[in-house]
């Protein structure tokens, strides 16, 4: 078992910057890839970025790309999300989750285990 914890989120004016943190606990962080994902209200949770085991493969959602960045530190026990050029549109709860196989995946179902989620509210 794994332990996800997020924190950084809060309200932000749009074009501002927040980052994100998953601090893990329990087994052995650096073997699972790592991504993040985002509900808004009455919207599906769709994700956002993921990044493999070391650190050497990452993907971004089309609507991130070029703004946020996903990365990790295996000695830390934490993964990251950069959000940068932040826009009304990305207000969601944003979650981190892992998964066993280590790899770069971008559906839900491919996490094994799942944080309780941070609320980012970006202003017009």
């Known amino acids: 078992q794994v332990q996800l914890v997020e924190s950084g989120g809060g309200l932000v004016q749009a074009g501002g910057s927040l980052r994100l943190s998953c601090a893990a606990s329990g087994r052995t962080f650096s073997r699972y890839a790592m991504a993040w994902f985002r509900q808004a209200p009455g919207k599906e949770r769709e994700f956002v970025a993921a990044?493999?085991?070391?650190?050497?493969?990452?993907d971004y959602a089309d609507s991130v790309k070029g703004r946020f960045t996903i990365s990790r530190d295996n000695a830390k026990n934490t993964a990251y999300l950069q959000m940068n050029s932040l826009k009304p549109e990305d207000t969601a709860v944003y979650s981190c989750?892992?998964?066993?196989?280590?790899?770069?995946?971008?559906?839900?179902?491919?996490?094994?285990?799942w944080g309780q989620g941070t609320q980012v509210t970006v202003s017009s």
């Open positions: 990044i493999n085991w070391s650190g050497g493969a990452t």
């Open positions: 989750a892992a998964a066993d196989s280590g790899l770069v995946l971008v559906t839900t179902y491919d996490y094994d285990y």
